[in-house]
């Protein structure tokens, strides 16, 4: 499995929006071929910000078939507009070193 970790920052004046958001980019992430696990954090201690972390079977999951399907769609509908900056996209292995 490879994990997806997006960095997401957004104005903190709409997080309420955004985090109403959030449970349709979920299910929509959920909903693509090849993803196993979907999460969104709230950070800590830097308001608007967020990690989206998506578990998927391969890369080429996320980079070739994701971007084609309906759910992509979906999920930029319910989130993208949001976003003050391009997000941070880094995929890590699942095993440890």
């Not at 349709?24 to 909903?31: F, G, P």
């Not at 196993?36 to 989206?52: H, M, N, Q």
């Not at 399907?69 to 070193?97: K, M, R």
């Amino acid at each position: 499995m490879i994990y997806e970790h997006a960095h997401l920052v957004i104005d903190p004046a709409r997080a309420h929006d955004f985090e109403s958001a959030a449970p349709t980019a979920r299910k929509a992430l959920q909903d693509a071929p090849g993803c196993r696990e979907v999460s969104i954090f709230r950070s800590a201690d830097k308001p608007g910000t967020y990690l989206l972390r998506v578990g998927w079977d391969r890369i080429e999951d996320h980079l070739e078939v994701f971007p084609t399907t309906p759910q992509a769609a979906t999920l930029a509908d319910a989130i993208a507009g949001y976003f003050t900056e391009t997000p941070l996209v880094i995929h890590f292995e699942s095993e440890e070193i």
